[in-house]
């Protein structure tokens, strides 16, 4: 074999390169921030909203460099008040960090803070999610009556028919359906319950002390 099918083509070596630095990109690593209240509550609606993993989210917010470096440009050499912040580690991938990390050093931003500004660009989102909630629950409730409803039936359809019956066996299997159905629903409803209590000026109240 000659020595350059062994070692591949620079085609093929630079594709290798470029993979395997790509998959390195994607890496899971953790990452320390210390945010506000707010913010932590506002990652975890929208992951749980959306149903995207919270590693998801901050891939989206850190791989936008256009928006990234434009908070950047606002927040240059600022300082944040360390009082009523959070710590908080979050598993996100290697390139967001380095992205992250990349801007912050370049412009002299701190790194919480445009964590804090990124997810500021979510308020719009959690908006529309809060007033989804609200005619989810309403729909819900409707759900509710009808599924009672439907019971009835099944009961009226038990001591009108032989439970042997085709129909009644029938009816049974859908509202067993329904019934598992309905309890997922409700369990989805009950977890969004966290955007009733969300203060969007918590998000917004992003501490600042003095510039260097």
């Known amino acids: 074999m000659k020595q350059d099918e062994k070692k591949g083509t620079p085609n093929e070596a630079s594709l290798s390169r470029?993979?395997?630095?790509?998959?390195?990109?994607?890496?899971?690593?953790?990452?320390?921030?210390?945010?506000?209240?707010?913010?932590?509550?506002?990652?975890?609606?929208?992951?749980?909203?959306?149903?995207?993993k919270q590693k998801s989210l901050f891939d989206h917010l850190?791989?936008?460099?256009?928006?990234?470096?434009?908070?950047?440009?606002?927040?240059?050499?600022?300082?944040?008040?360390?009082?009523?912040?959070?710590?908080?580690?979050?598993?996100?991938?290697?390139?967001?960090?380095?992205?992250?990390e990349n801007v912050s050093k370049n412009f002299n931003a701190p790194r919480d803070a445009l964590v804090e500004f990124s997810v500021q660009r979510l308020l719009p989102i959690i908006a529309k999610e809060r007033k989804k909630h609200e005619k989810r629950k309403q729909m819900l409730k409707e759900i509710g009556d009808h599924f009672e409803e439907g019971g009835i039936l099944l009961n009226t359809l038990k001591e009108s028919l032989d439970i042997e019956d085709p129909i009644f066996q029938k009816f049974e299997s859908i509202m067993a359906v329904y019934e598992n159905a309905y309890h997922h629903m409700t369990s989805f409803v009950e977890k969004g319950k966290i955007i009733e209590e969300f203060q969007p000026d918590h998000l917004k109240s992003v501490w600042i002390i003095a510039r260097d």
């Open 18 to 52: 470029t993979f395997t630095s790509d998959l390195r990109g994607r890496q899971s690593v953790r990452a320390t921030f210390k945010l506000s209240e707010g913010c932590i509550e506002a990652i975890s609606i929208v992951a749980a909203h959306l149903g995207i």
């Open 62 to 100: 850190a791989e936008d460099a256009r928006s990234l470096r434009s908070i950047a440009r606002e927040i240059q050499d600022v300082k944040l008040e360390k009082q009523g912040r959070i710590q908080k580690t979050y598993v996100i991938s290697r390139r967001s960090l380095l992205s992250l």
